[in-house]
């Protein structure tokens, strides 16, 4: 979160009550959404009165206001990470300008420039951080909720989560290392291929094909090791996967039993499920967010150390 509050703090004042006025949006969103679960419980254990009708006007307001929730939200999201965008451009390029003699590779510095403060610093920002401080607030929120509700399904929801991070960290940790090896050998296997072709006469003169063939060969077999490896990797991986998609079906069995043997409504059960969805929503985020902090240091750091 140091990152996050040091851009915080290099921002415009005008940047600063944007994403301020986003943040707080985006908590009245939420608040929005975990209200859903509680209307849809009086709605259907009052279904049939007079009272059903007056909770679905409700739910309808709430769904009006959550449309124009969004809507502003969007429209101050996207004029807030382009200003946000083009402040560390013109940073950027003010600093590329005064040390213009000193720079050797300016085209390439300007390149760099682009993608940090567009693909990173500005997206990074708000995809991660922003969302990352709100979802966290009501991830505990409702897990509180749920613990007293149902111990057994807090217990399966948090063990969600761990799970979903253990996911999350492997894939990034091994699959993504093996992928970008795969294709840098691979790249680096065409390369030689096209070499052997360009000079396909003179390796016939010195009768050395047979020699380059076999080396080659002997580079993809490298390949798919690394393959199988992966796919080692992968099955290791599917194995958390499957454990992750039989907690739900555990707890719509677990709220099943409870509405059956009358210890909740159908109404709450309903509830509780529709938090449970929200929960997990936010789980995949956190546990993905956690997972890439590194490439959000590693991207203001490499913009600090280039352009400042």
Wanted: positive net charge.
């Amino acid at each position: 979160m140091e990152v996050f509050f040091n851009i915080l703090k290099e921002l415009p004042k005008s940047n600063k009550l944007k994403t301020f006025f986003v943040f707080i949006i985006s908590i009245f969103i939420q608040f929005g959404n975990i209200s859903v679960p509680f209307i849809f419980q009086r709605l259907t254990d009052n279904f049939g009165s007079e009272k059903a009708f007056q909770y679905f006007q409700i739910l309808l307001f709430v769904y009006f206001l959550q449309l124009l929730l969004n809507i502003f939200f969007g429209i101050f999201y996207t004029k807030n990470i382009y200003e946000i965008s083009s402040y560390y451009k013109k940073r950027g390029f003010e600093f590329l300008l005064r040390n213009n003699k000193e720079i050797n590779n300016f085209s390439e510095k300007i390149d760099l420039l682009f993608n940090l403060s567009e693909e990173g610093i500005a997206s990074l920002f708000y995809e991660s951080n922003v969302n990352f401080v709100v979802y966290i607030i009501f991830y505990f929120i409702l897990l509180f909720y749920i613990l007293k509700r149902s111990l057994i399904v807090g217990v399966l929801l948090i063990a969600n989560t761990i799970v979903l991070y253990i996911v999350s960290r492997l894939k990034i940790k091994y699959l993504s290392s093996k992928n970008l090896e795969i294709i840098r050998l691979e790249a680096k296997k065409i390369k030689e291929i096209e070499d052997i072709l360009r000079g396909f006469v003179e390796i016939r003169v010195f009768n050395i094909l047979k020699n380059e063939v076999n080396r080659i060969s002997n580079h993809f077999k490298e390949i798919l090791n690394i393959i199988k490896r992966k796919q080692k990797i992968e099955l290791f991986i599917s194995g958390f996967e499957i454990m992750n998609f039989l907690v739900f079906p555990a707890i719509l069995y677990i709220v099943g039993i409870s509405i059956i043997e009358k210890n909740i409504s159908l109404g709450e059960g309903i509830k509780i499920i529709q938090m449970v969805e929200i929960i997990t929503s936010y789980s995949i985020f956190i546990s993905n967010y956690t997972n890439v902090i590194p490439e959000i240091i590693s991207v203001y750091e490499e913009y600090s150390k280039n352009f400042q």
